[in-house]
C-alpha cells in the first residue's frame, strides 16, 4: 500500500476542511487510488492542539518545521496573503516539496516566480481551490478542454460580492446595510475590500487567464472596479430593461491583445450568470471547440474549498505514485510557451452601456442629453424618464447600443458639465452579447 | 518530439468533430503537452475519400485495419450502436490499444465486459463524450470531486428532448408539432425514440451512477419515462405552480440502496435546473464535501462531442508519454471496489406529486377525490380548478407533499374508477428539496 504524507501550514477555515476532507475520504481515497493519504503534521502560529480526531498528526507552530521534513511529500499551504506564504512556498520547492495552494492573490502577484522555481525543482504546484472554491474549474480549462482555444472568460467568482448585489436585488436594500448584514452572518470579513472592490476577483481572473490564454497575466494587467457604488435604483432600473447587475470578471482573446477586466456588469436575465445567485459562483468559458460552457457552485467555504484542495492533493498524489510529476503542465502551456500579454486598453473597450443622468425636469434638457450622446457617436436603444413635473432633479436613465468607453467618459464629461446636471452621471456596463 | 497516432473509427457528424478538433488544435496540443497527435487513419464503411485537410490520413473501410494496425495507439469508436461496435472495441484492446468511445448504449449495456477486458490488457478506455457532450463531467466526477461520496446525481442530459420540452414551455405548441419541426432542424434524429423516450438520458445516468459510487450500473437498472405523453396545459399548469417540465435523470445515493429514474419532472422555477433551456445540458452533483456543483454546456453537436473526445485523446496520450498507464482508474473507483447495486424500488420513491384530474364538474367531486388522497395517506398543497360550471369535464390540478409511488398508483387507481372522471389521471414528479 502506497503512502502520501502531507504538511499543512494554517488551520484555519479551508486548512480545517482539508484535514476533515481527508479524514472523512481515507477509505474512498484509498479505494479509489490505491494510496493512503496521510495529514502527517499542521503547522499553524497560534494553535495549541488539534481536535481529538487528528491524534496522529504531529502539530507545530514552526512551518519550517513541515517544509524540511524529509517525510513529507506535499505541503499545502493555506495561510493566505504574500508573506510569509511567499518564503514558505518557495522553500518548500528548493526542498523538492510538491505544493498546494488555494491563495490567489499570491498567485496572481509572485505567480510567477514560483511557477519557475517549481518547474526548475521539477515539482508540482496545485492551485484548484484558489479560483471557484469547490468548483473544478482549473482542471476543467487545463484539461477536459485542452482542445480550445479559450475565446472568452466571464464569471462570478466572488461569492461575498454575488450574495450582497443578490440581497440588493431580492429586498431592495442599500449597499451598506446589506453589507453589515452580511459582516452578521460571516458572509463577508471585518475588512471586506477585496471582495467588495473587485481585487478578490482580480486576483482569480489573472491565474484563469494565464492558463487559458498561455499568458502570464498579472493583477496589475486588469481593470477593476467594485461594487461599492452600486444603488438600489440602478438595479430596479436594471430590472426594468430586463438585466441583473453582477460583478463580473471578462476577458475576451482578441489574439493579438486580450481584454481583463472586472467591474459591475449589467446581465441580461435569461442569461446564465444572472441565475447565479446568493454566495454562489458561476464561470463560463467560450471555446472554438467546445462551445460555451459553464460551471457553478459554492466559490467559497471550508468543506468546498478543502475539497479542491484535496482534488489536488490527490493529482499529485497519482503522480507521485506513478512516477508522472507534471504530467500536465502547471499553468496548462509548458512553460517555454507561455508568453506575455497584451492588454486591450480599457479606452478601446466596446459594449452597451447604462447611464443615469441626474438633472433638472425642465423642457429641452433630455435634447441637450441626447444630442451629447450623438455627438460622441453613441446610439441610445432605450430610455426612460422618472420625471415629477417639479423642479426637483429626476433621473433619466438610458440603455445604450455598443459604444466605446473612450467616448463614453467623454459624453459623462460633457453631460455632468450641464448646469442641470446635478450629481454625476452612473454608468453600468452591459454584457457583450456574444 | 513525441507522436501519438489515432485510428479512428466512423468518420458521421461526432468523428468529423473530432477529426478538426486535431487538426486546428495541433499546434496548441504540441503547446500543452509536447506531443503531436496524429490522426493516421480513418475507417468508414461508406466513404470513398476523406476532406483534402486530412490528405495524409489513410483511409479505409474495414475497421479491422485500423484495430490490427501496429503504429496506432489509439482506436476512437465512434460509430455507436450495439454492434459491431462492440466486437471492435473488444478487438482493439485484445490487441493492446487503448479506447475513446462516445457509445453511451453500448457502455451502459455492455461497459462491464468491456472494462474488465482493458484492465486486464491494462489499457485505457476513455468515455467523456458519452455524456455531456463537450462538458467534462466525466473528469470533474473522477477527478475534481474524487474526494466527495456523491449523494446525488441529477440532470439534464439529453439536448433533443430539454429543446422540445423549451419551445413547448415557450410557445405552448404540443409535442409533435414540435417534435417534426425539430426533426426539419436538425435537433431530433429521424426515428427519436430513445432521446424522447428518456432511454438516451438513461445510458448516461447508468455511466455517470458507476463511476459516481463505484457501483456497476446497468440500463435495465433504471426506471424510465419519456416526454411524449406532456401536453402543454400541464406545462401551463406547472407554471402556475411555479415550475418547469424537465426530462431529469435523478439519482440519490442511499448508502444501501440507490435510486436511478429518468422521467418528466417539475423543477421549482428558481433551481438552476430550470434556467436549462434549449438543446443545452446540464448536470448537477451533490458531493458531501463539496455540496452543490452543476455543469453546463453543449450535450450534442459535432464539434463539442468532438472538443470531449480529443480530450479523451490527450489523457490517454499523456499517460503514454509519461508511462502511468490507468493512473485514474476508468470506472473512478479500483476495479475491486466496484460492487452490485441495489436500486430503490419505484413503488418506494417519496416525493412530491402533481395530478391533473379530468373530471365532470359536479357538486361534491372534488370533495371524493380529496377523500381518496386522504386515505392513501396523500396530502395536498395546493389544489386549482379549471371550473366552467357546465356539464363539460374540467381539469382539476393538485400538488401534493412527499407521497409515496405505491400509494399514489394505488390513489390514482381509485380516482380514474370514478364514474366522473372522464380521462386517466395525470402524473408528474415534482423534484424533492434537497
Redesign the interface.
Known amino acids: 500500500m502506497k503512502e502520501i504524507r502531507v504538511g499543512l501550514i494554517g488551520f484555519g477555515t479551508v486548512g480545517k476542511?482539508l484535514a476533515y476532507?481527508?479524514l472523512?475520504?481515507k477509505e474512498?481515497?484509498l479505494?479509489?487510488?490505491?494510496t493512503t493519504f496521510i495529514l502527517s503534521a499542521v503547522a499553524d502560529i497560534a494553535l495549541q492542539s488539534l481536535p481529538a480526531e487528528f491524534s496522529s498528526t504531529r502539530l507545530t507552530n514552526d512551518a519550517n518545521e513541515i517544509i524540511t521534513d524529509p517525510e513529507i511529500d506535499i505541503v499545502v499551504e493555506l495561510i493566505g496573503g504574500m508573506e510569509p506564504a511567499r518564503t514558505f512556498i518557495l522553500k518548500a520547492i528548493e526542498n523538492g516539496k510538491h505544493v498546494v495552494t488555494a491563495n490567489k492573490a499570491l498567485l496572481s502577484v509572485h505567480g510567477r516566480e514560483i511557477f519557475r522555481a517549481a518547474a526548475q525543482k521539477n515539482v508540482e504546484v496545485g492551485f484548484?481551490a484558489s479560483v471557484g472554491g469547490?468548483?473544478?474549474v482549473i482542471?476543467?480549462l487545463k484539461?477536459?478542454?485542452?482542445?480550445?482555444?479559450i475565446n472568452f472568460i466571464k464569471g462570478i467568482m466572488n461569492g461575498t460580492a454575488n450574495y450582497i448585489l443578490t440581497q440588493m436585488t431580492d429586498h431592495g436594500t442599500p449597499f451598506q446595510e446589506v453589507l453589515m448584514e452580511a459582516q452578521r452572518l460571516g458572509y463577508a470579513e471585518a475588512d471586506p475590500t477585496y471582495d467588495i472592490e473587485g481585487i478578490d476577483t482580480a486576483h482569480k481572473l489573472a491565474i484563469l487567464m494565464t492558463i487559458a490564454y498561455?499568458l502570464h497575466v498579472n493583477l496589475s494587467d486588469i481593470t477593476v472596479e467594485g461594487i461599492s457604488s452600486i444603488e438600489p435604483i440602478d438595479i430596479r432600473f436594471a430590472k426594468k430593461f430586463g438585466y441583473r447587475i453582477k460583478l463580473l470578471a471578462i476577458s475576451r482573446n482578441h489574439g493579438d491583445h486580450v481584454e481583463a477586466r472586472v467591474h459591475p456588469t449589467m446581465v441580461p436575465e435569461g442569461h446564465?450568470l444572472a441565475?447565479v445567485n446568493g454566495a454562489f459562483n458561476g464561470i463560463s468559458f467560450q471555446?472554438?471547440?467546445?462551445?460555451?460552457?459553464?460551471?457553478?457552485?459554492?466559490g467559497a467555504?471550508m468543506?468546498?474549498t478543502?475539497?479542491?484542495v484535496?482534488?489536488d492533493v490527490?493529482?499529485i498524489g497519482?503522480?507521485i505514485a506513478?512516477?508522472?510529476i507534471n504530467?500536465?503542465?502547471a499553468l496548462?502551456?509548458?512553460p517555454e510557451?507561455i508568453g506575455e500579454p497584451t492588454i486591450t486598453p480599457m479606452q478601446k473597450l466596446v459594449c452597451p452601456y447604462y447611464f443615469r443622468v441626474t438633472a433638472l425636469d425642465r423642457p429641452g434638457v433630455l435634447s441637450i442629453i441626447t444630442g451629447i450622446f450623438g455627438k460622441h457617436g453613441i446610439s441610445i436603444q432605450s430610455m426612460m424618464q422618472d420625471g415629477r413635473d417639479s423642479e426637483e432633479p429626476v433621473f433619466i436613465v438610458f440603455r445604450t447600443h455598443r459604444a466605446t468607453e473612450d467616448e463614453v467618459e467623454k459624453a459623462i464629461a460633457d453631460i455632468d458639465a450641464l448646469d442641470v446636471c446635478t450629481a454625476p452621471t452612473v454608468k453600468i456596463r452591459l454584457l457583450n452579447p456574444e
Open positions: 476542511g476532507a481527508l472523512a475520504q474512498r481515497l479505494q479509489k487510488t490505491g484548484e469547490g468548483i473544478p482542471k476543467a484539461e477536459g478542454l485542452v482542445a480550445n482555444r498561455g446564465m441565475t471555446g472554438d471547440t467546445v462551445g460555451d460552457v459553464m460551471l457553478y457552485g459554492p467555504g468543506m468546498p478543502g475539497s479542491a484535496a482534488a490527490v493529482d497519482r503522480n506513478y512516477g508522472c504530467r500536465v503542465p496548462s502551456y509548458l510557451h
